[in-house]
């Protein structure tokens, strides 16, 4: 149901269409949670059929028509209700990523090297990426919310940063002609 958590919590700073709120999604969630554009518009239907959103049809003349979605008294009720419920605070680990580094043995030490090197480049341009992203768009309008969770992404990537670090340290420190 987180998805459909979201796309609520997004409604609440102003109605958007599904097209907007796909791009407002990515654009602020994807660092901690992903939707394929199909999905979101399944849910937003099935939210206006359980009267936690409503939406207005503009019709236009030289575009397809479009809905605006707006979050209904119910639908502000049932985030409420979702954000007061405890959580398991069960990690997801599910990372192919790390499944690759419990396996670099089996690669030569110079490749296994480049490999934690190239993952360690990415992270740092995605932290990069949203620091830019920040720059370019945040403001004191923005809700606490974002800035929790873009700062907690980029604290992340810079955590793996350093950790890739040591990884090359300490797959050099085990080489067999580690001096």
Do not use: C
């Amino acid at each position: 149901m987180a998805l459909r958590h979201a796309l609520l919590g997004l409604l609440t700073h102003q109605s958007a269409t599904g097209y907007a709120l796909n791009a407002t999604f990515k654009a602020q969630m994807i660092h901690f949670w992903h939707a394929h554009h199909t999905q979101i518009y399944r849910e937003l239907l099935k939210m206006e059929d359980e009267a936690l959103v409503s939406s207005e049809h503009v019709a236009q003349h030289d575009l397809p028509d479009k809905k605006i979605y707006s979050i209904t008294d119910r639908g502000r009720e049932e985030l409420i209700d979702w954000l007061r419920q405890p959580t398991s605070f069960q990690p997801k680990m599910k990372d192919e990523n790390l499944l690759r580094m419990s396996l670099l043995q089996l690669l030569p030490l110079d490749e296994a090297i480049r490999y934690v090197e190239e993952t360690k480049a990415h992270h740092e341009q995605v932290a990069q990426q949203i620091r830019t992203f920040q720059a370019a768009h945040q403001s004191e309008d923005d809700t606490l919310g974002y800035l929790l969770t873009s700062e907690y992404a980029i604290r992340m990537m810079e955590n793996y940063a350093g950790w890739a670090d040591w990884a090359i340290e300490e797959m050099k420190r085990r080489a067999p002609n580690a001096t």
